[in-house]
């Protein structure tokens, strides 16, 4: 698993009964925050509710992603004039970079014989 920074993309509660974690949608996370094992640090990670980019929202924005990237696109398709099309635009491209998952790429199990 690479290491880097993480963020939470749904609310997570982790830790143990005696100390429990409360991890909220947009807060860094780390597996060792949560208590948890390699293997559900993977399923969060393989679920996106843990992923390598910022959530794309406020903190107190509580629709979806899906209705944060709608609200920006309906923002960005209202604006007039070149100048705030190529902002929208710049904007827009911007948001749905963020919201699209991390795949890591897959180890290739054949070589090229390249060096």
């Not at 780390?30 to 980019?53: C, F, M, P, Q």
């Not at 609200?71 to 963020?98: F, N, P, R, Y």
């Amino acid at each position: 698993m690479a290491s880097g920074t993480y963020y939470a993309w749904s609310p997570i509660r982790g830790g143990t009964a005696e100390k429990p974690v409360t991890i909220d949608r947009g807060d860094k996370v780390t597996k060792d925050a949560l208590g948890i094992d390699d293997a559900n640090w993977a399923a969060l990670v393989e679920s996106g509710a843990v992923r390598d980019k910022e959530f794309p929202a406020d903190k107190d924005y509580e629709g979806s992603v899906i209705d944060f990237l709608r609200d920006k696109l309906l923002e960005a398709q209202s604006m007039s004039g070149a100048v705030e099309e190529e902002e929208a635009a710049s904007q827009l491209a911007t948001v749905a970079a963020a919201a699209e998952p991390s795949v890591a790429p897959e180890p290739s199990s054949s070589s090229s014989g390249k060096k």
